[in-house]
């Protein structure tokens, strides 16, 4: 089995930063994408970014230029640096990874329990 725990929420005001982090435990081979979504109330999980294995990112275009995502590969980690927070990015942000957990290709994709951000205004 996998675990994904995140840290690194909490409460901030608007303008402020906050760095999020996700560490991967359990019985991993290797992590190709991992990544960060999140979830307002009332609204659809959305992404938030990832990045590949090889250092690859891709963001929403709400977050380009104000979130970076970065990983560790050796401690299985995966970071989210959230800059210039607004009230908007107000949400419960979820770790998620692709894993292989032995010699063949398949992949199975985990979630993090969430960590809640709230940037107040």
């Known amino acids: 089995q996998v675990q994904l725990v995140e840290s690194g929420g909490g409460l901030v005001q608007a303008g402020g930063s906050l760095r999020l982090s996700c560490a991967a435990s359990?019985?991993?081979?290797?992590?190709?994408?991992m990544g960060w979504y999140r979830q307002a109330p009332g609204k659809q999980r959305e992404l938030v970014a990832t990045i590949t294995s090889g250092g690859s990112t891709n963001y929403a275009d709400s977050v380009k230029g104000r979130f970076t995502v970065s990983r560790d590969n050796a401690k299985k980690t995966v970071y989210l640096q959230m800059n210039s927070l607004k009230p908007e990015d107000t949400a419960v942000y979820y770790c998620n990874a692709d894993v292989r957990t032995g010699w063949g290709p398949r992949t199975y994709n985990y979630w993090g329990q969430g960590t809640q951000v709230t940037v107040s205004s």
């Open positions: 359990g019985s991993i081979f290797s992590i190709n994408a």
